[in-house]
């Protein structure tokens, strides 16, 4: 029944299934980073329906990736003008913006998808916006937001947030104690628990003597990420009640 009108409302499906084909093998070719064939595809696929804002925002993905953002650009502007409430077109589209250092856009665009759908990417690049702009506490805060996610967006949030804030609060990344051994020496244990390396450390260590507290520097050159660092201290065990550490200042290492 009604065949002739099925046919009619669906003629338009017919004749573009082609193009989602094509627009498929470019999608795969994408993810596999064969990105001249992927645009082949993608264009092959625009010929034939220029109306779709996926093939227009595949082909903006390919140009982010090959770094020619302005070409990017110019895609995710077709794609968002034929679908303006997919968050990654706005998404993207703040990428290639920011690498072209247009921050007044890059935020709009990212805080518009953000708006549409929060993502850790998004977050981390406003993030790294606000640094540049020399605000570390809206930089944190947007790091922080990024770091709740898991996977590789997270952990790139993680290490960001970490290397903004161990100069000024190392002791949130940088564990230490002093302990004794199996010979009764002092040992300074400092931990890393920042998500990556650590040079430069600085450390206090302050000795409970029968005269009062003394206290002592030391210096480690470096700690890798997740890495425990032991050190001697030159103490005489007859002449110390116990002592204790803490972090003066750190160099994260991105």
């Known amino acids: 029944l009604g065949g002739p009108t099925f046919a009619d409302a669906t003629a338009r499906l017919r004749r573009s299934a082609p193009a989602y084909a ?20 993608v264009n092959a696929a625009l010929r034939q329906e220029n109306e779709e804002a996926l ?27 034929r679908d303006p409430e997919y968050f990654t077109y706005y998404l993207s589209r703040g990428i290639a913006y920011a690498a072209q250092r247009q ?13 549409l759908l929060p993502t850790a990417t998004a977050y981390q690049h406003l993030g790294e916006i606000a640094e ?26 993680l290490v960001s947030l970490a ?31 920042a998500p990556l390396e650590v040079r430069d450390i600085k450390v206090r260590v302050e000795v409970n003597t029968p005269n009062g507290v003394r206290s002592l520097d030391t ?11 032991l050190m001697v201290l030159q103490l005489d065990p ?6 204790r550490a803490y972090p003066l200042s750190a160099v994260p290492v991105r």
């Open 163 to 193: 290397s903004l804030e161990i100069p000024s609060r190392p002791a949130k990344y940088i564990k230490t104690q002093v302990q004794r051994d199996e010979r009764q020496r002092f040992v300074l244990q400092v931990v890393n628990q």
């Open 103 to 115: 921050t007044a856009a890059a935020k709009a665009d990212l805080n518009r998808s953000v708006n």
């Open 132 to 157: 540049a702009e020399g605000d570390r506490e809206t930089a944190g805060r947007f790091y922080a937001q990024a770091a709740q996610s898991s996977g590789a967006s997270g952990q790139t949030a």
């Open 219 to 229: 210096r480690l050159a470096k700690v890798g990420a997740g890495e425990t660092h």
């Open 238 to 243: 007859s002449q110390v009640n116990g002592a």
């Open 22 to 41: 094509q627009y498929d093998e470019a999608l795969a070719l994408y993810q596999q980073n064969q990105l001249d064939a992927a645009l082949n595809r």
């Open 55 to 81: 093939f227009h925002g595949l082909r903006g993905a390919i140009r982010l990736r090959q770094q020619r953002y302005v070409d990017a650009i110019t895609n995710f502007d077709r794609a968002t003008a």
